[in-house]
């Protein structure tokens, strides 16, 4: 290799040129007409010079003359394109005027893209390698492009994950909170009523018949404990359903339709597995969830007299149908980024790798399938 092209192997991405030839005269001259257009250049003196080059650096275009001692340009030329990353790099072959066809067929053959006859017209030789520069610089710039569309790509699909974990991580705390508070209530505020009635009806015990209006009083105090104890049952019960605990997700799906159709008057249809279901608590808390949104979604929008639902275990899934009769979702609604509660079902069942279906149909009422893949209880 000769001397300067060590110092000259630019570190930076601008394009380069790669002189091949083994007259050092031909060499400089071509050397200073680039430099002098502003080009960055790599000499070599050899095949086995130009291939030791090809290996260290792209190149936006390869001047190879093709009369060269030991590894002929041809050759050169044809290694050059074997190896993956210079596969494209186009070679121009510069030939004495001596040359005929056939060897110029082998230079095509070799992948030169074009052949320089020598002695070259400075003019022509400029105004061509300034196309491929041109080209190489247009190629860099979409790869630094391609580059960063990817590295945004990551980014987001790192941040959407974060968010994912963060939001199921919410979930699941506001369920252990829910789930706490209700056992509160229930312990606490239970006992305290039950105290109280205990405490009332000693009172009550101790009234002398003739007194009336006591008597009338302790009644109505009975009543407004009884009733005390009704609402902060239900209000425990609303906040996490004991029987989703005791009883497993199937008894409580059957609890909730039962307790729906009894407020809204809609008629629930049930066919539940009568085996217990290999599902855990959180899996469980999901679907119980997105039962209840669901539910509340029929009551709220569908108009619907009858709701069927029905529960079944396909392929190690679970797969739960809720299909009202109502007024059909609109498919605009399915996935409207408007469409929260939907949006949150989604997100729900998405951390245990299960999916949400929505079809509807006007007036033809709406389907919900609901599939989990089932995990070890
Ligand atoms: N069973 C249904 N029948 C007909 N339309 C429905 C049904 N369920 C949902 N929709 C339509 O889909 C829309 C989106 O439902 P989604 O649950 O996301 O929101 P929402 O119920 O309006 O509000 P929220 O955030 O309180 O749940 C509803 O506004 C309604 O128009
Ligand atoms: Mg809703």
Known sequence: MVKQENAVVP???????????????????LQELLQSSGHEVVLAASGEDALRCVLRQDFAVILMDARLPGVDGFTAARTIRERERSRSTPIIFLTGAYEDLPSMFRGYEAGAVDYIVKPLVPEVLTFKIAIFV?????????????????RAEEHLRKSEENLRALAARLQSVREEEWTRIAREIHDELGQALTGLKMDLTWVA????????????????????I?????????????????????LGLAAAIEWQAKDFQKRSGTRCKLSLPSEALALDRERSTAVFRVFQELLTNAARHADATRIDIAMHVDSGSLVLKVEDNGKGIEESAMFSPKSLGLLGMRERVLPFGGSIAIAGARNQGTKVTVSIPLGLK
């Open 11 to 29: 570190t930076s991405t601008r394009a380069c040129i790669l002189i091949v030839d083994d007259d050092p005269k031909n060499r400089m001259a």
């Open 134 to 150: 041109d080209l190489y610089n247009k190629n860099a710039a979409l790869t630094r492009e391609i580059a960063e569309r990817r």
């Open 205 to 224: 015990k101790k009234l002398p018949g003739d007194q009336k209006a006591l008597n009338a009083k302790t009644r109505s105090m009975f009543d407004l």
């Open 226 to 246: 009884d009733s005390t104890i009704q609402s902060v049952r239900k209000i425990a019960t609303r906040l996490r359903p004991e029987v989703l605990d005791d």
